[in-house]
Structure formats: structure tokens, C-alpha cells
């Protein structure tokens, strides 16, 4: 049901709730999509329209929320946000084959990277969060360019240089980020272990920071913990649930040793579990508080699921 127009000198923003209108935090709540995006996607794209109170308070209508919701099925099948309005004012089924800004921007970014633009890098990236929600610029962006660089890396002069060089960058950006939210939420972490065995786990960190998006506290282990020592760390910080990503064979007997007297639950995410399908499989069984995702995204949907962020 649309919410009562508001009054025409205005009415304040008390009222206006009292009304059925949506402040901004609630729609970033509702629908994942941060304030600043939300407030990019109006002034840059003309995507949302809300209404203002006189002192200059957005406000939103269910019907703005829905729109926001057939934005971000756009976004989601890699439509870039530029062409998202026309689409969604025609209520065309299908954009027109048009330049992949997704691809372009992966390039801009690979050059940068390839040069150790350290601020180019980061210039790029600040002006892509700024317009997509994080699960999104995950999935088109950040997945994708991953997957491109790692293929670049394969046997090019230089390629540790730029491996170093890119993912301490991704490392200390979301690092820093994550620190900044923490500080400003309370309640039980969730808490992630880089059991890869490898330095600068990339996917660990952006599955951090999809959680610390969400307003989830997050605490990093960004190396793998032996027998023992993570039910240590689970009895200190007393997380909300622990996810265990690894790229990398696993020890099943040693790892259902090391989730033994751990009782919140628990995911383990990675290629990993490709690789150990059927003998995780087993483990979930014996163990009804853990369970297993092939992706960093399939881990996160499955921690929303499951009320965990």
C-alpha cells in the first residue's frame, strides 16, 4: 500500500514514518543495497526518485523497494547500472547487445594491475562500490577479474610481482574496511580461517567482506589454526558460526579433528569441497552444525539462510 503523500509545505520526518515511509537505513536494511549506493543510483542514474522532508530526509514507499528489487535482478544477470533505468522504463525483457562495461573495467583494472598503479587500482574500485551492492560487484567484477588474472599468471615473467602486488592491495582495502565496520558493531563475530595453507587467500577476504557488509562482525585468521587451537579460539571469541575456506586437498580425519568440540555452526567453503565431495558428505552427517559450499558465494547464501548474517 503507497503511504500518504506528504503535506505540501511538508511534514517532519516523525510523521512522515508514522505514514508508511521508509527512511534510507531501512531500505539499505531491506534490500542490501547501502546508502551510498542508493543515493549514487539518484543522483547519477535518476534510478530512485524518493520523496524529501523540507530539512532534506530521503524517503522511500514499498513501491520504491520493489523497484530497488528489479534493479538488482538487472545488476545480478551483469547488466551494468547505466543501462538499467531504460531497461527497467520500458519494461524490455533484454538489453541490446551493447560494450560489456563489466569487461571494460576488468581491463582497466588487469593494466593497472599490471603496472603496480596502486592508486589507479584503488581509484577504480571506490568508483564501482560506490554504484553496486557487494554481492554484485563480487560476482560481476571481482570473480571474474580473479579468475582472468590467475590465467594471466600462468607462467608470465612478472607474474609473482603482480600476484604480491594485487592481492596485499585486496588484503589491506577490505582489511581496512572491515576494521571501520567492526568498530561499529557489536554482538558475536563471525569468524573465518584461511585453512589453504596459502598467504593472501583472496576469496577469504571478499567472504569477509560480503559478511561485514551485512552489518555481520567479522574476525579474520588468515592462517590455518592446528588441532586444538581453533576450539580455543571459538571458546575465546565465541563466535556466532565458523567458516573454514580452503582451496587446497584437505586431511578429512585431521580436519574432523579439528572441528571437534566446536558447537556453533560451521561452513567449509572452497574448491575444496569439490575435491572432497563424498567424504564431506559423510562429515555432515556426523556433524549436524556443519555445512559445505563450493564458492564464496554459495557460502554467503548460505550463512543468510541460516540467520547467521
Not at 30 to 44: I, K, S
Request: glycine fraction near 6%.
Amino acid at each position: 500500500m503507497k503511504p500518504a503523500l506528504l503535506d505540501e509545505p511538508g511534514e517532519d520526518l516523525a510523521l512522515a514514518l508514522e505514514n508508511g515511509w521508509l527512511p534510507i537505513r531501512e531500505v539499505a536494511r531491506q534490500t542490501g543495497v547501502n546508502a551510498v549506493t542508493l543515493r549514487a543510483w539518484e543522483r547519477r542514474y535518476g534510478l530512485i526518485v524518493p520523496q524529501r522532508t523540507p530539512k532534506g530526509h530521503r524517503l522511500f514507499s514499498a513501491e520504491h523497494v520493489q523497484r530497488i528489487q528489479a534493479i538488482l535482478t538487472w545488476l545480478n544477470r551483469g547488466v551494468p547500472v547505466s543501462q538499467v533505468k531504460g531497461l527497467i522504463d520500458s519494461a524490455q525483457g533484454s538489453p541490446e547487445p551493447m560494450e560489456n562495461e563489466w569487461q571494460s573495467l576488468r581491463q582497466h583494472l588487469v593494466s593497472a594491475i599490471s603496472e603496480l598503479a596502486e592508486r589507479r587500482v584503488d581509484d577504480a574500485f571506490n568508483q564501482a562500490m560506490a554504484l553496486y551492492p557487494p554481492r554484485t560487484l563480487c560476482e560481476q567484477l571481482m570473480l571474474p577479474l580473479l579468475n582472468e588474472l590467475e590465467q594471466r599468471w600462468q607462467g608470465q615473467f612478472g607474474a609473482q610481482m603482480e600476484r604480491v602486488f594485487f592481492l596485499s592491495w585486496l588484503r589491506s582495502k577490505f582489511g581496512a574496511r572491515i576494521y571501520h565496520n567492526n568498530r561499529q558493531l557489536h554482538g558475536a563475530p563471525l569468524l573465518l580461517v584461511n585453512h589453504s595453507d596459502l598467504p593472501l587467500e583472496p576469496h577469504l577476504w571478499l567472504s569477509a567482506w560480503l559478511a561485514s557488509s551485512a552489518d555481520c562482525p567479522v574476525e579474520v585468521f588468515d592462517w590455518p589454526l592446528p588441532v586444538g587451537e581453533l576450539a580455543l579460539a571459538v571458546e575465546h571469541l565465541q563466535p556466532r558460526a565458523v567458516l573454514l575456506y580452503s582451496s587446497k586437498a584437505l586431511q578429512v580425519p585431521a580436519l574432523s579433528k579439528l572441528l571437534g568440540g566446536i558447537s556453533c555452526p560451521t561452513v567449509i567453503a572452497g574448491p575444496t569441497v569439490c575435491i572432497h565431495h563424498a567424504e564431506l558428505g559423510v562429515l555432515t552427517q556426523d556433524i549436524p552444525e556443519l555445512s559445505v559450499a563450493e564458492d564464496l558465494l554459495s557460502a554467503h547464501q548460505l550463512l543468510i539462510q541460516r540467520g547467521i548474517v
